[in-house]
């Protein structure tokens, strides 16, 4: 069942759309029907929901694996915690006030590939686990 995995599946579900409707009401707000129309909101906007779409989906298919390989429940929870707060993270650094490079943005994308690596490694262990 993943209920893990689901869990944080479905918080990501919910910033990515709210990081979608942010880039919808930019466009709306600003007559852009596609792209940017170089503004630099809308541009901030569409990255920061692209990021996070580019990222999310396989820190998700390595927590999936994990839990489906008998990962450790603990880790699995704090690598979808720091995945969120990451996600989150990054995309207020994206699109909040003095969004140009700062410290949440760095942050973000850190917890990020924290979660990756350490998720990745994770799954290597326990498969070689399986096959040793």
């Known amino acids: 069942m993943f209920p893990i995995t689901a869990l944080y599946a ?3 579900g919910l910033l990515i759309l709210a990081l ?4 919808v009401r930019y466009r709306f707000g600003r007559g852009v029907s596609l792209g940017d129309g170089g503004d630099i909101h809308i ?3 569409v990255r920061a929901h692209g ?3 580019e990222y999310v989906p396989l ?15 603990w880790a699995l929870n704090l690598y979808g915690l720091v995945l969120v707060l990451g996600r989150l993270a990054h995309a207020w650094g994206m699109v ?9 943005r760095k942050l973000g994308i850190v917890a ?12 290597l262990v326990i498969v070689g ?4």
């Open 10 to 12: 479905a918080l990501c």
């Open 20 to 23: 979608s409707f942010n880039v």
């Open 43 to 45: 541009n901030r906007a």
């Open 51 to 53: 990021n996070a779409v």
């Open 59 to 73: 820190a998700l298919i390595l927590i999936g694996l994990l839990e489906g390989n008998n990962g450790n429940a």
């Open 96 to 104: 909040g006030p003095g969004s140009e490079v700062n410290s949440f």
């Open 112 to 123: 990020t590939w924290a979660v990756l690596l350490a998720a990745s490694v994770h799954l």
């Open 129 to 132: 686990l399986y096959r040793g």
